[in-house]
């Protein structure tokens, strides 16, 4: 009977004793309950903590920044053109007990969230143009590398607010109205995720896109092909002044050669009348050779050059 009294007490001491120790991990807050209630203020120190067995209930929240991750949302600008719009956020809880009392919750919060930044942003896009959601500056910008930045600057509106501005003015309405809801949650930031044409109008703007580029194509095919017939014709010229120069040059050295040729064909000459009968008879020669063939056939009257020729030389 004593053994099983002291298995109880060790029982209860255990049980007592998981009852009232708690671990607060780093990333996380703690609140304690009495009876559903907050008593005491928000434990955020990590460690080993005490409560009162039984009575008290732990409830833990996120100490981290959380995350916000609206739907995409169909939402017409100030020039009445549907776009879709797709945002998000982060968040935090700043006061557990506040946060405790009022939305219970991180899937709660979540819900009020998405009225407020949804609201929010929906009438900072109804309340601007298109233009000024997709640009933040009225930087200048190349629509194309056919066009200078001037050009192409000169064809985009002029923005007024600007894409940051507006992002800048959804946070500051959104915070305020957290702020005064007294949710005890903080809002961070928000950001535009995607800006898309809907459906129906993004098949004109690609085609539009599509179409542009194409001519755009074409005008450089037709710059190239232009570029390409200057220097076929640059090609031509040269070369035709390349062969002129080299004829030129052959002209300049043929006739050299037959200058030197006829000065010692002259010189030979004038040396005996035997080298001058010898250098007539192989003119007369290479006159045949460059005349007759073997299907000609010819009629020498008896006092004719070629003649006299043969019939000394078959005397002699």
Same mark, same amino acid.
Request: proline content about 3%; charged content about 35%; aromatic content about 8%.
């Given at each position: ?23 607060? %991990?780093?990333? =996380? ?11 005491? =203020?928000?434990?955020?120190? %990590? ?26 949302? #169909? ?38 969230? @998405? ?16 233009? #000024? ?35 800048? #003015? ?41 179409? =542009? ?9 037709? #710059? ?13 010229? =040269? ?16 006739? @050299? ?35 007759? @063939? ?8 008896? @006092? ?13």
């Amino acid at each position: 009977m004593g053994r099983i009294v002291i298995v109880f007490f060790i029982f209860l001491g255990t049980l007592l004793l998981l009852q009232s120790v708690y671990i607060v %991990p780093e990333g =996380e807050q703690v609140m304690i309950t009495r009876f559903g209630k907050p008593i005491g =203020e928000p434990i955020t120190e %990590p460690g080993l903590k005490f409560r009162r067995p039984f009575i008290d209930k732990i409830r833990r929240f996120q100490k981290r920044i959380l995350e916000w991750d609206g739907s995409v949302t #169909e939402i017409p600008t100030k020039e009445k053109r549907n776009i879709l719009v797709d945002t998000y956020a982060r968040w935090r809880i700043s006061d557990p007990k506040v946060f405790l009392e009022s939305l219970k919750d991180e899937l709660t919060a979540q819900s009020r969230l @998405d009225g407020i930044l949804n609201g929010e942003t929906r009438d900072a896009v109804a309340r601007n143009a298109q233009a #000024e959601l997709i640009r933040s500056t009225d930087r200048d910008a190349v629509r194309d590398l056919s066009q200078t930045l001037e050009e192409a600057g000169s064809d985009l509106q002029p923005i007024e607010v600007g894409r940051e501005s507006i992002r800048q #003015e959804i946070l500051r309405s959104a915070q305020k109205r957290i702020l005064e809801q007294g949710w005890g949650i903080e809002l961070l930031d928000v950001q535009f995720k995607r800006i898309n044409y809907i459906k129906e109008v993004e098949s004109s703007v690609f085609n539009r896109m599509t179409a =542009e580029r194409q001519r755009i194509a074409d005008r450089f095919r037709s #710059e190239g092909e232009g570029e390409a017939s200057r220097i076929r014709g640059d090609k031509e010229r =040269e070369l035709k002044s390349i062969r002129s120069e080299a004829y030129r040059k052959a002209q300049e050295i043929i006739g @050299d050669a037959d200058a030197q040729a006829s000065e010692i064909y002259a010189s030979a000459y004038d040396q005996s009348s035997d080298s001058r009968d010898f250098y007539a008879f192989l003119q007369t020669m290479e006159s045949y050779s460059k005349t007759i @063939d073997e299907e000609t056939s010819l009629i020498f009257s008896t @006092d004719s050059d070629f003649y006299s020729y043969l019939t000394e030389g078959a005397s002699k």
